[in-house]
């Protein structure tokens, strides 16, 4: 049984890595922590709050599926490590799963001509703001968790990256 922890900034590839991982991996759950969030009434209002709600949701949610012994994937971009990382990497340990910690990066540059491609919702959570702002965050996330597996995405196509996690975790 795994844990998955997908992290890094928006525009990384951790959605589209997360997708392939599911699919490659039989009665795996994935867990979207922000799509988690979209199901809380007026989210975008009570931003702290509803962010709060959604991490305690998915980690209800990772915990059921550990302890029911199958494979969990989460996707994330999480830089509160006393509360939110270290609750995960708890939750796998307890329930003695093997963890597998990613943290995708990518050049500045090409992260914001993914995201703009992407685009933003009016009203969206995401704002250019804030993918400058979780770009720097990633930086420190990878001085802050030395054991987290690093990848590259700046140069990689989608399947190169999965073949890469891949390989790690299937020993495929």
């Not at 709050?49 to 999480?78: P, W």
């Not at 491609?117 to 030395?146: A, M, S």
């Amino acid at each position: 049984m795994k844990l998955i922890i997908l992290n890094g900034t928006a525009g990384v590839g951790k959605t589209t890595l997360a997708k392939k991982l599911y699919q490659e991996l039989p009665l795996s759950f994935l867990v979207n922590m922000d799509r988690q969030r979209r199901f809380i009434s007026k989210y975008r209002e009570h931003p702290k709050e509803s962010n709060d709600l959604s991490f305690a949701v998915s980690i209800a949610i990772v915990e059921a599926c550990l302890k029911a012994k199958h494979d969990v994937i989460v996707d994330k971009m999480m830089w509160n490590i006393n509360n939110n990382l270290n609750r995960l990497e708890s939750l796998g340990r307890e329930n003695k799963a093997t963890i597998y910690e990613f943290i995708l990066e990518a050049r500045k540059e090409t992260v914001v001509k993914r995201v703009n491609k992407r685009g933003y919702k009016p009203g969206g959570l995401l704002t250019p703001e804030k993918v400058d702002r979780f770009w720097e965050t990633t930086k420190n996330l990878k001085i802050e968790r030395p054991d987290a597996i690093v990848i590259d995405t700046d140069q990689l196509n989608e399947d190169q990256v999965f073949e890469k996690v891949k390989k790690i975790v299937l020993g495929k």
